[in-house]
């Protein structure tokens, strides 16, 4: 049988393989995505003091480590049995939208945004940050550079350091915001809003208005029906720190609402031998397989998802645009909500009325006069034992949970990360992809390239969490291989 | 217009912080393209492996590796960047001194095995499968690399000529040795830190600092230390005292004891035995006399014993690259 491999970022530098086998037809028979990466947190935070856990687990990714920081302290607000005071709850937030502001802006003009701004069918040399500054301006860029450092200062000034930050305390945060202070955030956060508009318009000029970029985001090759998963307010709405995990069915049916303290009675995970990373999967649809569908217990946590499980935005510049979304990409109302967007390509614009709506709800923190509240902490008085905490990471739900003897110290640790709960959709996007370039012995070399990067990078598996790869502009080796394993071809993108 | 030098930024077994850290120089990262050719750096191009093997040997300047050693690909890489780099710069903690993931030298690989896949919470595994180095799959063969027992820094691996400690190393720092690069300042002797200063993060924490004397240690949720005075002495475990300045003393800042990243201060060969030594001459059992040698070893217990994770607190970035090393050697 033949075989094609498909390594990111070369063999050696494995972070992420695809492995395509074809049967004797030539058509492709299976796909395989590979993560041959293990650090083993679940093992060497046995042993540790439950209140380690922010500085620790931040190191499981540098690109997102505010998102552990948040779902670990949250974790340990519930293993030490405390309940934080409003303005720490409040300050835990704001900070938690500069690091959306900056992590969406990252994404969307260095990393997946050059398939649009640029253009899919673009040399490959041009699609990277670089072109998207010659063909948006260097004025644009340094735009971008100014978002990334005013939200930074932010994440040091309140969190400690730009990053791994180590604020994060049981009961609370370990330093309040002064009236100057706040009247600077304020300030960031208006700028903020003002990025996160401009950024929307120039993907409507850019890709909405563009009727061959529109018929790529609404093609099938990139179309999955999975349930989908988010958390959400008390009024179903997008929430990125606080809620319940709300899962929808492919079509748009509330399938379950749950605390995410009940995570383990609703999320399972699946092993494989040939990868190091775990499949997580709807435990009461069971592991079937790689497959669509409502009978699959696969589903997606993404912007997409988050936009799909929901009701709408919390705030009303960012509800304008979700709504425009939907409209736009032909979704009807069902009993007041919009039925899901199942074309996996929107994820870049849902991730932009995510963007608008951390900035608007930043700004809404920043004016809250209880954000400078001293009172910051709560001391806990016991320990529990048992705690667990999820937020939404910006690539999806991330839950920590900690077992802990009388002492806090930790006895057993279990972590569904954000990106983790994508890895089968990815396979199945890559599966997909390749299926529509490679048929009858014929290997459309540029287009599965490009092609398959792309169903890759829609997710954003900058997969920090699970492989710490950022593939702004991935590099890609195909190495086709007879039934003897020799190889009789090499494709290289460089 | 002569060939600009070219730099290379490797990642490992890494979190992706180190990358992140060199993005946050802002617009100096105007200034390094314009001083250097970024050649190699997996994060944000696309140069491959195969393009580093056809380079001259030594021809990058200098290359950045971050990351510990823990698969055969680390290593393999690693050996490469070395043959074709002037200078190679382990750079931040990981490449450095282990850190927080080289804790998993603590545990056997197995174990750690099994934490993941058999006795995990969410993880239904009836067959009890553990991934291995090759599957045999209907289609074929797959493979991945097999991953070592323990976690290796990059000096266990090659030759390494300069560190840059810190995670992450901070900006500022990272911009000083960039700077001093472009200016073609002298460098120091080669195995020197570079990128920090020789002293303690105490030389660089704004916090009064009096006698040190501990009656008693607490952990951080139990207090809410006064903002003024240094945490060592309300209590608090701040491995400042044992730690490298560098980073400007930025974790008592927001009222959080330092947790040691910066590694060991100029001279010191074991951070968590530096830690241990200081805390011995500081903590106050009160009067000793008539007592005996138990009653005395009962109040140095008592109170060491507020500190339940040693290796988690002394440790916590350098145990690779420690005295102790880890259970698994």
Redo the contacts between chains.
Sequence with gaps: MNKITIEPITRLEGHGKIEIFLDEKGNVANTYFQVPELRGFEQFCVGRLAEDMPVITNRICGVCPEAHHMASVKALDDLFGVVPPPAAVKIRELIYMAFYVTDHTTHFYALGGPDFIIGPEAPPAERNILGVIKKVGLDIAKQVIDCRARNHHILELLGGRGIHLVAGVPGGWSRAVSVDERRQIEDIARKNIDFALFTLKIFSDIVLKNSAYLDLITSDIYLHKTYYMGTVDDKNRVNFYDGLVRVVDPEGKEFVKYHPKEYASHIAEHVEPWTYLKFPYLKNIGWKGFEDGINSGVYCATPLSRLNVSDGMATQLAQEHYEQFYETLGSKKINGRYQPVHYRLATHWARLVELLYAAEHMLELAIDPEITSDHIRNIPKEIKGVGIGSVEAPRGTLTHHYISDTRGVLTKINLIVGTTNNYAPMSMSIKRAAQKFIYNGQIVTEGLLNKIEMAFRLYDPCLSCATHTLPGKMPMEVTIRDKDCNIIRTLARD | MAELPKISI??A?????????V??L??K?LDVAANFNLFFC?????????DIEALPDKDILITFFNGSI??E?NA??AHLLRKKSQLLIAFGSCSSEG???G??N??SLD??M????LD??????PDR????HE?I????A?T??A?YDRVRTLSEIVEVDYYIPG??P??HQIWNVIDHVIKQRPLPERGSVIGAGRSTVCDECSRKKGNKSIKKFY??????PEPETCLLEQGLICMGIATRDGCGG??P????PC?G?YGTPEGVLDQGAKMAAALGSILDIGDVKGLTDDEINKRIDDIINEI??F???FY?YSLCSSILKGKVI
């Excluded at chain 2, 995990?120 to 595994?125: H, K, Q, R, S």
């Excluded at chain 2, 952990?219 to 809410?224: D, Q």
Aim: charged share 20%; net charge negative.
């Design positions: 490797y990642w077994s890494s979190c992706g912080g180190c990358e992140i850290s993005v946050n802002n617009e990262i997996p994060c944000l191009l696309d140069t491959k492996k195969t823990k698969n690909d393999e890489m850190c927080i993931p804790l998993s603590l545990h174990d750690q099994n934490a993941i896949y995990n919470l969410t993880t239904i595994n499968i553990i991934p291995r599957t799959v209907p289609e074929g797959l991945i690399p991953i995670c992450p901070e900006p952990r951080t949720y139990e207090i809410v930025l974790c800042k927001v009222n959080m947790t990243c339940p994770d290796a988690g607190m916590k």
